[in-house]
């Protein structure tokens, strides 16, 4: 059996890896948005300190998505030609 997130999920990682030139860890978790919210609540309610004390008790298994390099240069590039001079552009607005 595969991963819980796979397909265009896994595309879209990979996208998100290579746009900013780094690994990303995906984890073995399939309603990781209720498990962050919970996390968040138990946070508020004085339950765990912070994040890092409310990981700690957490046993899961994660897959390393790696950026695809040929799609680096292309993000780097297009970000180079289109986006890194937008601030200088809109800085006067």
Same mark, same amino acid.
């Given at each position: ?7 265009? @999920? ?14 990303? @860890?995906?984890?073995?978790?399939? =309603? ?5 919210? @919970? ?5 508020? @309610? ?8 409310? /990981? =700690? ?5 994660? =897959?390393?998505? /790696? ?13 180079? =030609? ?12």
């Amino acid at each position: 059996m595969g991963h819980p997130q796979s397909g265009i @999920a896994t595309v879209l990682m990979q996208i998100k890896s290579s746009v900013m030139n780094r690994s990303l @860890a995906r984890l073995d978790i399939t =309603e990781v948005v209720s498990l962050a919210a @919970a996390m968040l609540g138990g946070i508020g @309610a004085g339950i765990f300190r912070d994040t890092l004390e409310a /990981l =700690e008790g957490l046993k899961y298994g994660q =897959e390393e998505i /790696l950026p695809e390099p040929a799609w680096v240069e292309t993000y780097q590039r297009q970000y180079a =030609e289109v986006y890194q001079g937008t601030w200088e552009q809109l800085k006067p607005l």
